[in-house]
């Protein structure tokens, strides 16, 4: 079964850069998977933020960023703000018409 | 400004068929092609991916829930629905539809805020 990954929490300071990854169990992540991204607060639905590995959605701040790192794909935060403490998922195309969404990073801005 | 309102039962008792719908403003479910799709975050988890249906009816669902989901599409009202068989517990959910973006639903935006359902006797 194939298992989309991402780190549980991550802790910035404000102003920081932060890095989230998105990788598989079994295998490497590339543009072929589409790789998306979606900020969530608590009680809200989520919010895309990153589609197709790097086109952030519309109104989207440019300190948002998407990418492939190795065999993951990335979201990086550059300017870390306080309202940018969210939960973040990753969604991964992994062919025949399925996605599958990683568990989630919880990040702190302290 | 495509907007999208999830509606129905939020309470269900288990064994029953769980039934929601999504009306979709500010565009038309046929435009574009693209594939509408529901995803449900169990409370205090993460999010799964249900399924998806395009205007033409082809639909696409996850191999976990296959066996007791189906997503339909009403194009005269502009709304897609979803039910879902012999619930349990487990179900129980904030339930979401969104518009796919790709050919295969490879992203989800925008998103509805979601209406939760609860499953229990």
């Known amino acids: 079964q194939t298992v989309v990954t991402q780190e549980p929490s991550f802790s910035v300071s404000p102003g920081g850069t932060v890095t989230l990854t998105c990788g598989l169990n079994?295998?490497?992540?590339?543009?072929?998977?589409?790789p998306s991204w979606y900020q969530q607060t608590p009680g809200q639905a989520p919010r895309t933020l990153i589609y197709?590995?790097?086109t952030r959605s519309s109104g989207v701040p440019d300190r948002f960023s998407g990418s492939i790192l190795g065999n993951k794909a990335a979201l990086t935060i550059t300017g870390a703000q306080a309202d940018d403490e969210s939960d973040y998922y990753c969604?991964?195309?992994?062919?025949?018409?399925?996605?599958?969404f990683g568990g989630g990073t919880k990040v702190t801005v302290l | 400004q495509l907007q999208l309102q999830e509606s129905g039962s939020g309470l269900v008792k288990p064994s029953q068929i769980l039934s929601l719908t999504c009306a979709v403003s500010?565009?038309?479910?046929?435009?574009?092609?693209?594939?509408w799709s529901w995803i449900r975050q169990p409370p205090g988890k993460g999010l799964e991916w249900i399924g998806y249906?395009?205007?033409?009816?082809?639909?696409y669902y996850n191999p976990s829930l296959k066996s007791r989901v189906t997503i339909s599409v009403d194009l005269s009202k502009n709304q897609l629905s979803l039910n879902l068989r012999s619930v349990t517990a487990a179900d129980t959910a904030v339930y979401y539809c969104?518009?796919?973006?790709?050919?295969?639903?490879?992203?989800?935006?925008?998103w509805g805020q979601g209406t939760l359902v609860t499953v229990s006797s």
């Open positions: 197709t590995t790097n």
């Open positions: 969104a518009r796919g973006g790709g050919r295969y639903a490879n992203w989800f935006d925008p």
């Open positions: 500010g565009g038309s479910i046929t435009s574009g092609g693209y594939p």
């Open positions: 079994s295998g490497s992540v590339s543009a072929n998977s589409y």
């Open positions: 249906i395009y205007h033409t009816g082809t639909t």
């Open positions: 969604a991964l195309y992994m062919g025949s018409g399925i996605s599958v």
